[in-house]
């Protein structure tokens, strides 16, 4: 079923079930947001994307990455409200994450060069403060990895992210989707010739058969070949090796 | 008896019940509510049956333990039938002199009959004490008369008999019946229950569930608690009824861990209502079949949140989701789930029972019916008081509630919990409904309301609040987790002398975006203490920032306690001063050390003589 609706009086098509915020990136419409991945279910938490959305001639601010897409009504991205209430937001993230780059570029845009609030005190080791909170990682590992390695602890200003009581985690395969996936880039992982860490554990590495350099990790690629539909031999070269073998024989038909 | 196999049978067993339980016989009920029971009524239940049998009326008297009479302030209550006189602060040591002169020859024993703290006179009968006599107790009435935890209690005075007619109703009409009646959402927001169960009873699918909402988290709100804990049936058949509405074979109540009472009589009441056939298969003989599981909660304040408290059922962490679909369509697991709490499932038997035209007789016309409030805090008799809807804050404080104690007078009322606003003496003669209370910056909430007297700093109230909020938000969302934080900050810095002007500006200016962009109701109204309190007590704040003064003598970083000439030397102060700073001999004027005093205000609580000042 098509729905058909307005975007700052622009009218718009979407399927349904798509959420606003994805419909209107596609028609070009800029929208900030750092908690939302087309892959993963939405969330609302960043708050970032509050957008004005009119229905049955009521309207209010809300998020629109987990608002799903409406017959008839009508979203307006950019007010001088919604942007006073971004900035705000940004000025809060900027206090809880003062050394996240994309957090500072962002902010920049609506103006937000420093916060008025107290920037969160640096770590005794002297860790980052990148982390907002935004769950992409929780959310990846548990509906796309399906790992489930990850958890939010804590409570309020106390909230958290990683292993569930910060032990190592046994559900975790080291595929490393969390840090990708991350917005600030804040995941830390290190990768060496022979070995993964991430998340406090240590995994052993699969290197390619056709050009040695390793690529995934054992437990990965256990994982994959017990629940997934692939043979082992498939995991014994690297993605990029089947790329040139595989357009190697395109080749061969082409002539 | 077994099942009870139709509304028949059920009928010619309430008759049978109905006679053993004749009006003229004696009965000793004892409030064994979690209030009474902090101050022993356990220990003066057990008394009671001792002494009874003891002085041979162990027949001819029942002794019942009953849930809350909401007379806390005066616990513990034992209410004497038929003559129904009421006894006050009762101990276990004067046990055997009430059941040899009042219980055995009705003689009224006058220091346990209730005096009034205002006008000085005693009332012996319950409904003669101003408490009770200004209350229309439609649903906390009954805790009086009922042991929670035997269901013959409830069925002999009326009990499933709405149950009874809604099943030869069909569902259509009950739902027509609640729509009419208007019930309102006890929970807090005032959603009419009629348009939630027909939204549910609409949606598509193959499975419905109902829930009942125990979540009751508000700092001093006890409402629910002692509805569960002292007619569970009351709730339990308001469920059926809307399951039966909706369609729904499943039911959950949810309810906080740190209830134990409540969950101890939750249980025995499934228990004996499955025995009866009010629940399970094939109900009353109609084929509609239904069950309730009970779910307990951790006590985060968050999952009564009506989405995080689903989310939790479903095993899950709980932390509340979008609404933009809403749970009556897609709920628990997916499905369309009917959410109401605890007080809003007990008014659905009345309604039923009396009928829709005689409950919209009851309150005002937006807000039929009563409403529980837990009154608290300075005022003279605390406890749960069950008003109609539209009484004024001046009736439920002055007239229930007996004013202010130790003479002091009312600054504010706090309605609706944690996130509601704080009204001011301007606002005592507004009616108490759904709507004007949200009109005037508050709101219903579930139906606490705290009183302050000009003791109260309205700052470190709304620090107060905020600091229970900032705890309390689950955070998941930016705007509640790190803007109520950082509203706390800044009322801290108030607090603490260290405000600006700027500093309220940025209060002002945050709060709007948190009560704008926050993801659940926890976050939108989280602002309400700090804005309300600015709204009306702005000079409060004013004088903090500017003069660093705190008016109300609380905030510790802004005061001096100092000893006046008012001062007799009498030593009190002396001795009970913590830190020992205070110096002064006998019938010489006392002085306080102002550098290493502690500002803890013990002085000035016991000084007989008001002459310790704060300033």
């Not at chain 2, 009928?11 to 006679?19: P, V, W």
């Not at chain 2, 009409?173 to 009419?192: I, S, T």
């Not at chain 2, 979540?215 to 709100?221: C, L, M, V, Y």
Request: with cysteine; proline share 4%.
């Amino acid at each position: 079923m098509t729905v058909k609706f307005k975007i700052d009086g622009v009218s718009v098509e979407a399927a349904e079930g798509a959420s606003v915020l994805d419909v209107a990136r596609r028609y070009g419409f800029e929208i900030p947001s750092l908690c939302h991945h087309e892959a993963v279910t939405p969330y609302g938490a960043c708050r970032l994307c509050l957008v004005e959305i009119a229905k049955g001639g009521r309207k209010k601010l809300t998020t629109c990455c987990n608002y799903e897409v409406l017959e008839g009504i009508s979203v307006v991205t950019d007010t001088p409200e919604i942007r006073r209430h971004r900035a705000m937001v940004l000025e809060l993230i900027l206090a809880e994450a003062p050394d996240a780059e994309p957090v500072r570029r962002l902010a920049a845009e609506y103006g937000v060069r420093t916060t008025r609030f107290p920037a969160k005190p640096k770590g005794e080791a002297g860790e980052k403060r990148d982390c907002i909170l935004c769950g992409l990682c929780v959310r990846v590992c548990s509906e796309i990895v399906e790992a489930n390695a990850l958890t939010f602890n804590g409570r309020g200003e106390k909230r958290g992210v990683g292993t569930p009581y910060h032990e190592a985690s046994d559900q975790c395969i080291g595929c490393a989707s969390c840090a990708s996936v991350c917005p600030t880039g804040c995941i830390e992982v290190k990768d060496t010739a022979d070995a993964r860490e991430i998340w406090g554990r240590k995994f052993g590495v699969v290197r390619c058969e056709s050009c040695g350099a390793p690529f995934m990790t054992e437990a990965h690629r256990d994982r994959a070949v017990a629940d997934g539909p692939l043979p082992a031999e498939y995991f014994k070269t690297c993605p990029a090796c089947k790329r040139k073998a595989l357009s190697g024989r395109f080749a061969a038909v082409g002539a | 008896m077994g099942k009870i196999g139709s509304p028949k049978e059920l009928q010619s067993y309430r008759e049978g019940l109905a006679k053993k339980r004749s009006d003229s016989k004696k009965v000793v009920a004892v409030c064994c509510g979690t209030g009474c029971n902090a101050s022993g009524a356990r220990k003066v239940a057990a008394a009671f049956a001792e002494e009874l049998e003891k002085q041979g009326l162990g027949e001819q008297v029942e002794l019942r333990p009953t849930g809350c009479h909401g007379f806390c302030e005066r616990g513990t209550l034992v209410l004497m039938h038929p003559e129904e006189t009421l006894y006050q602060r009762v101990k276990p040591e004067d046990v055997a002199e009430i059941v040899s002169k009042t219980v055995a020859k009705g003689e009224v024993l006058e220091k346990h009959v209730y005096d009034d703290p205002v006008t000085g006179e005693k009332h012996v009968k319950e409904h003669e004490i101003p408490f009770y006599k200004h209350q229309n107790r439609l649903i906390l009435g009954k805790n009086g008369a009922i042991d929670p935890t035997k269901i013959d209690d409830y069925v002999a005075l009326g009990g499933y008999g709405a149950l009874s007619k809604a099943l030869s109703m069909g569902p259509e009409r009950v739902l027509d019946e609640v729509k009419r009646a208007n019930v309102r959402g006890r929970g807090g927001g005032g959603f009419p229950a009629g348009r939630k169960w027909e939204t549910c009873r609409n949606a598509p699918a193959d499975k419905r569930y109902v829930i009942c909402n125990a979540d009751e988290g508000d700092p001093g709100a006890f409402m629910d608690r002692s509805v569960l804990e002292g007619n569970p049936h009351a709730v339990i058949e308001g469920m059926i009824i809307g399951a039966y509405t909706v369609g729904s074979d499943e039911g959950y109540v949810y309810v906080r861990h740190e209830y134990p009472l409540a969950v101890e009589r939750l249980t025995i009441a499934l228990e004996q209502a499955r025995e009866k056939g009010f629940l399970g298969k094939d109900i009353l003989g109609t084929g509609f079949s239904f069950d309730i599981k009970i779910n307990r909660g951790g006590g985060a304040f968050v999952c009564g949140e009506s989405t995080a408290l689903m989310t939790s059922i479903e095993g899950k962490v709980g932390e509340p989701r979008a609404k933009h679909i809403h749970t009556v369509v897609a709920g628990l697991w997916g499905k369309p789930t009917n959410l109401n709490n605890v007080e809003t499932w007990a008014n659905i038997p009345l309604v039923i029972e009396k009928g829709a035209d005689w409950y919209t007789s009851i309150g005002t016309k937006g807000s039929p019916g009563t409403k529980i409030f837990s009154l608290v805090g300075k005022v003279n008799n605390t406890g749960l008081v069950e008003a109609p809807m539209g009484m004024t804050l001046r009736q439920i404080i002055f007239d229930i509630g007996g004013g202010i104690p130790k003479g002091g007078a009312f600054k504010a009322v706090q309605t609706g919990g944690p996130s509601g606003g704080c009204l001011p003496a301007e606002k005592l003669d507004i009616p108490v409904d759904f709507d004007t209370l949200v009109e005037q910056g508050s709101m219903m909430g579930s139906g606490g309301m705290i009183v302050m007297d000009d003791r109260t700093c309205m700052v470190d109230v709304a620090k107060y609040f905020l600091g229970f909020l900032k705890f309390e938000s689950c955070g998941k969302c930016t705007t509640c987790r790190e803007g109520t934080r950082r509203l706390h900050e800044l009322v801290t810095e108030i607090a603490e002398g260290r405000g600006t002007p700027e500093t309220i500006a940025l209060i002002e200016e945050l709060a709007e975006t948190v009560k704008e962009g926050s993801l659940c109701a926890l976050g939108t109204t989280a602002v309400n203490p700090v804005r309300s309190t600015l709204q009306f007590f702005r000079d409060e704040y004013l004088a903090h920032v500017n003069e660093k003064r705190c008016p109300a003598g609380v905030c510790k970083a802004l005061i001096t306690y100092e000893i006046t000439d008012a001062c007799t030397g009498c030593m009190v102060c002396k001795k009970r001063c913590p830190e020992g700073v205070i110096s002064g001999d006998k019938k010489q004027k006392h002085v306080i050390d102002a550098k290493k005093c502690i500002k803890c205000g013990i002085c000035r609580d016991v000084c007989k003589f008001d002459a310790v000042r704060v300033y």
